[in-house]
């Protein structure tokens, strides 16, 4: 599986952005996904993550209510849309796939991971 995140930039605070990872070589629908980010000088940490069919998700308790992760199987895509972005969201986000079934919210659980995509929120 390759996947590719993209949608990042700079933004106010405020303000929103869409992720979006797509993914080639295999089809999405038996895998979870999940959005990470790693800000300067911290660790990476699970933002969001979706079931195989998108029936359930998880979300990092800061990001409740502000982001909302989706999926797209037919297009082999997965979504975090942001709104009312904060500064201490700025970092680089990355999406993550494991084949299964229960969302996971550690990274070591993933097994492909796409290159990562800057969101820089300024104040």
């Known amino acids: 599986v390759q996947l590719q995140a993209s949608g990042g930039g700079l933004v106010q605070a405020g303000g929103s952005l869409r992720l979006s990872c797509a993914a080639s070589g295999r089809i999405l629908s038996s895998y979870v996904m999940g959005w990470f980010r790693q800000a300067p000088g911290k660790e990476r940490e699970f933002v969001a993550g979706i079931n195989w069919s998108g029936g359930s998700t998880d979300y990092q308790d800061s990001v409740k209510g502000r982001f909302t992760i989706s999926r797209d199987n037919a297009k082999n895509t997965m979504y975090l849309q942001m709104v009312s972005l904060k500064p201490e969201d700025t970092a680089v986000y990355s999406c993550?796939?494991?084949?299964?079934?229960?969302?996971?919210?550690?990274?070591?659980?993933?097994?492909?991971w796409g290159q990562g995509t800057l969101v820089t929120v300024s104040s």
């Open positions: 993550a796939a494991v084949r299964g079934i229960h969302i996971r919210t550690m990274a070591r659980d993933y097994d492909y």
